[in-house]
């Protein structure tokens, strides 16, 4: 049996998602997982996952390049991306946090250490990113799509990130000391996915702020406020019902949307 097959079989038996994943393929390389879906994704099923053991052109919410360490010899990432057929665009721009709580439910069931989100996506464990999110819209002819792309950092050391200048990147193996696989980490992810996507599409985001605004670290925290080529400092002091950040700017509340600016803690990056 080759790898990719024993990929597919070993993920397949640990899914318990009734959709998502259910179609599942596994590729050697890809330029981006994301890539993949959103130019396939018109003749593919609700819930359709992506990986690849390595990506060669992997990039985050803002562009920036998403490093993949697979080129220092095994896989220590993962690459996972999940096609979202929403009944309505309404639930679009909250998607990017759903995937933050789920991926910080998956990690934790899997590593048994706590994590946070750094509003709006980023799973950080000791103020340090050990997950991305990038999730981005299509349209084709009359139907909308979501393309949910999520890089885990499982199996890095410290040495890399420190090789590849990632300051503020950490792996669960560093923190946990736990040796997680590809498969079972993929199926974890997706599991939580689907609980939590169907809360929101019965529920609205309503259903989930609660929780989210539990999880996340940048509640209640001094910011730095990048956009637009400015800099402002504030305090983060709420999630609104639509997902923004509130952040108290000179005494103004201002409403902080993920696709317009970037949040970074005032003495670093949380």
Known sequence: MNELKLLKETTLQSLQAKSLGRTFLWFESLSSTNDYLKEHGHSLPHGTAVSALRQLAGRGRTGRRWEDTAQYGE???????????????????????????????ALEQLSGVSSGIKWPNDIVITRSK??????????????????????????????????????????????????????ETAAAILNALEGYYERLLQGGFDALLDEYRAACVTVGADVRVLQNGTEQTGAAVDIAADGTLLVNIDGKLCAIRSGEASVRGLYGYV
């Open 75 to 105: 896989t220590k990432s993962l690459a996972l991306s999940v096609l979202l057929k929403p009944p309505t665009v309404y639930h679009t721009p909250v998607l990017p946090h759903v995937c933050g709580l789920a991926v910080k439910k």
């Open 130 to 183: 050990v997950c991305g999110i990038l999730c981005e819209s299509v349209i084709a002819g009359d139907e909308l799509y979501v393309v949910c792309g999520m890089g885990v950092n499982l199996l890095e050391t410290k040495e890399e990130f420190t090789r590849l200048g990632l300051e503020h990147a950490t792996s669960v193996y560093q923190e946990s000391g736990k040796r997680l696989d590809l498969p």
